[in-house]
């Protein structure tokens, strides 16, 4: 017989291969998966809160149930060709890479709903936030940000009718003295954000309160 090792090692391994896939105890596990969601076209946001994974159970061989990871596991969602409204997509175990022998019994949700609005640019105001009071006897002088503009982008709703942005609140409790500090822009959770990532910058001047103006 010709390569008879051969065939004898392939037969080992394939009774290895049908002890671990067949022949071994079954287990159970869950896991979450986490969602990709790609090719969202450059004019489109999503604006609603896409569930960040689905939860499936498993069941497969002991040994390599145990061994599994949601750690490089992924369900990817293509929104190539979308438009702005809704999109379901239906969800299923096709394109979750699993062990061979390893099957998926349930998943939850079988649906995901996403939302996309048009996607566009505005140019706002930016106004300063202050926060506490100076030392006793000192005032706040003025009040500059640098710049005074921003361009901004986001969901054509959450734009209609927003004509100016707070920083982030400044500190200001017991100044005596001007200073500059650095801050951001307080977008407030609206799905926002800057076009160019630029620096904010407040500047606030104190002065001394006049002896005169303190005793009224």
Known sequence: MRNWPSKILALVLALVLWYFVVGEERAEVGLTVPLVLVNIPRDLIVVNNVTHGIDIRVNGPRSLVRSLSAEGLSKTL?????????????????????????????????????VLEKQVRKTVSIRPKLKGRPEKGYEVHSVTVRPEQVEISGPEKALEGIDHLYTLPVEIGGWKE???????????????????????????????????????
């Open 178 to 216: 001007d200073k500059k500090e650095k801050t951001y822009v307080d977008f407030q959770n609206l799905r926002l954000y800057l076009t160019k990532d630029i620096p904010v910058e407040v500047e606030v001047k104190i002065k001394k309160i006049q002896e005169a103006q303190e005793r009224r």
């Open 78 to 114: 293509d929104l190539s060709n979308t438009r702005p409204g809704s999109v379901t997509f239906s969800i299923s175990a096709e394109g979750i890479p699993l062990p061979r022998g390893v099957t998926i019994t349930r998943i939850h949700p079988t649906q995901v709903t996403v």
